[in-house]
C-alpha cells in the first residue's frame, strides 16, 4: 500500500474529472476536511484517525474501510456503503446517514453516533472495546 501526501490528494482531489478511485490506500491521519468524495471508491482504505469533518461522501464505497478514530463530524454519508467497515472511536456526531449500508460494520462504545441514529438497527453490530483496535 502506498502513501500518498497531503499535495498528492490535493492535486487528486481538485484536479479530478469524477469520483477518485482510492480503493485499499493508506490515508491514515489524512486532513480530508470538507473533501469533496462523492461517489469516491474506498473500498479497504485505511482512514483510521483521518479529519473528513464535512467531508461528501455521499453515495461512496467504504465495504471495509478502516475509520478507527477518523473524525466524520458533520460528513455527509447518505447512500454511503459502509458495509464491514471498521468504525471503533470514529466521531459521526451530525453526519447524515441517510440510506447508507452499515452491514457488518464495527463499532464500540466510544463512537460517537448522529443523535436519534440506532446503529444496530442499521446494521452494524458492537465490539468489545479491544477488537479491531
Not at 476536511?33 to 483510521?48: M, Q, S, T, Y
Not at 483521518?50 to 455521499?58: G, K, M, N, P, V
Amino acid at each position: 500500500m502506498s502513501e500518498l501526501t497531503q499535495k498528492d490528494l490535493y492535486m487528486l482531489l481538485n484536479l479530478s474529472q469524477g469520483p477518485v478511485w482510492l480503493a485499499r490506500a493508506n490515508l491514515e491521519g489524512a486532513h480530508l476536511v470538507e473533501a469533496d468524495l462523492k461517489g469516491a471508491n474506498l473500498e479497504g482504505a485505511n482512514l483510521r484517525a483521518a479529519e473528513l469533518i464535512r467531508a461528501d461522501l455521499s453515495g461512496a464505497n467504504l465495504v471495509k474501510a478502516s475509520l478507527g478514530g477518523a473524525n466524520l463530524l458533520h460528513a455527509n454519508l447518505n447512500g454511503a456503503k459502509l458495509i464491514g467497515a471498521q468504525l471503533s472511536g470514529a466521531n459521526l456526531m451530525g453526519a447524515t446517514l441517510d440510506g447508507a449500508a452499515l452491514g457488518n460494520a464495527h463499532y464500540n462504545p466510544m463512537t460517537v453516533w448522529p443523535k436519534d441514529f440506532d446503529p444496530e438497527e442499521a446494521g452494524a453490530y458492537l465490539v468489545d472495546v479491544n477488537e479491531w483496535s
